[in-house]
């Protein structure tokens, strides 16, 4: 029986806390709960005693090391704020853990060397969690490349849409402090800089970007005539506001957010119009690969639907991929709807032949079904994949360094190189 304990109990938590107690009880088995919060800890446990579980010993966010050596786990996962990746990644292994981080692994390439130098030190493992790999449709366009369907991919066009509903709730929470997250580059671009580096098998090595904030926040609400103005959504006296949440609806939010104001100091739906966000929510990069692959990428999180499209260019044809998902507010509602699949499209365009769609057989639940792979391929036991789905410490660091790279080239206007950073 595998011993797991966790730090950070939000919404994210909830996932791998479940999927233990239920699907994998057989093999796996929590021990212990870390938070600076003790009402989410008591939420947890309510959640893991409703699946059958035992309810398990909880410790306060400066106890983390008194955790590991009461309760003695195998592994330990991360699922704090990005900022404290590092700092648990670095002392569990330190006491002899193996690790599952949250993806961002961490948000700068400082923190990153310290990861790398705690698994050199210990010899641990480090495991990062990157569902969108696992999506039945992300994982066929890895096979079209690896097949090589279209020859050597020359360059990609990479646009994410958020929508106003899933991309305004990043401007609601920590999230909207770049001290915190990283900036969307770094804690939601790190998913689609991964899906690159593993769609082509390359490394990036050259980065230039362009970054601003040009919706949310005050000053912009202004230009476009807002007058009325709140602090947070619960409260508030605003009436017909599309950008309110209610937490007090609703009960996950409620428990984990609401109530535990008091003991976490944490206001979880922070209005997307103050003066104090310090993120971007209108981003464009240029990436140069190790392969000569150029990536043409952007970001909006202010669009009318949720999703993506890519194209691939290769020298005997492009590929052509567009997908739309369902919309989303963290933890607002069943976990299945995030990032849920409501249209996909693979199309191939070979030189000198005719086109043809790419059927892929559409997952259900979360984030394109990768989640429910995902997890078996951590908690249960995965066959060979071709693919090499599971993501450890340099796919980690490969994927943020696209990001990290990005916000040094905003705010200096000079393009970066990645090894210069990280040798």
């Not at 700068?108 to 696992?134: H, M, P, S």
Request: with cysteine.
């Amino acid at each position: 029986m595998k011993k797991y304990a966790l730090v950070g109990t939000g919404s994210r938590a909830g996932m791998f806390y479940e999927a233990i107690a239920k699907t994998y009880k057989s093999t796996c088995v929590m021990v212990g709960l870390c938070d600076q919060s003790q009402t989410r800890m008591n939420y947890a446990n309510k959640k893991l005693a409703a699946l059958g579980h035992k309810e398990v010993p909880t410790y306060n966010h400066i106890s983390f090391e008194k955790m590991i050596t009461e309760t003695k786990p195998d592994v330990v996962i991360v699922t704090s704020t990005d900022r404290t990746h590092h700092d648990y990644i670095v002392r569990a292994m330190e006491m002899g853990c193996d690790v599952i981080t949250e993806k961002p692994m961490t948000i700068d390439e400082k923190k990153a060397k310290e990861i790398t130098d705690a698994i050199a030190r210990t010899g641990r493992d480090l495991r990062v969690t990157f569902n969108y790999r696992y999506a039945p449709n992300n994982t066929k366009i890895r096979e079209l490349i690896m097949d090589g369907v279209i020859g050597d991919v020359f360059s990609v066009h990479f646009e994410w849409l958020l929508d106003t509903s899933h991309g305004a709730d990043y401007f609601r929470r920590w999230h909207r402090n770049k001290h915190n997250s990283g900036g969307l580059l770094v804690h939601k671009s790190t998913h689609h800089f991964d899906l690159v580096n593993f769609w082509l098998g390359a490394e990036p090595q050259h980065v230039f970007a362009f970054g601003d904030l040009n919706f949310y926040g005050r000053h912009n609400a202004e230009k476009r005539g807002m007058t009325e103005f709140t602090y947070r959504s619960h409260g508030s006296k605003i009436k017909d506001d599309p950008f309110a949440i209610d937490m007090a609806s609703n009960e996950a939010m409620k428990a984990m957010y609401l109530d535990a104001e008091e003991d976490s100091g944490y206001i979880r739906d922070r209005s997307v119009f103050t003066d104090d966000i310090s993120i971007e929510d209108t981003m464009g990069v240029i990436v140069k690969y190790n392969t000569n692959a150029i990536l043409t990428y952007s970001l909006n999180s202010y669009m009318p639907w949720e999703g993506f499209s890519v194209n691939f260019n290769g020298s005997k044809g492009r590929i052509e991929y567009k997908v739309m998902e369902k919309s989303y507010v963290n933890a607002g509602g069943n976990r299945d709807d995030e990032g849920a699949l409501k249209k996909k499209d693979i199309m191939v365009f070979p030189l000198f032949a005719a086109p043809y769609d790419v059927e892929v057989e559409e997952a259900k639940g979360s984030h394109g079904g990768g989640d429910a792979v995902m997890l078996e391929d951590i908690f249960g036991t995965p066959g060979n994949d071709r693919f090499k789905r599971a993501a450890g410490v340099k796919d980690g660091i490969m994927s943020i360094m696209t990001g990290i790279c990005a916000n040094k080239a905003i705010a200096s206007g000079m393009p970066q190189t990645i090894k210069e950073l990280i040798q």
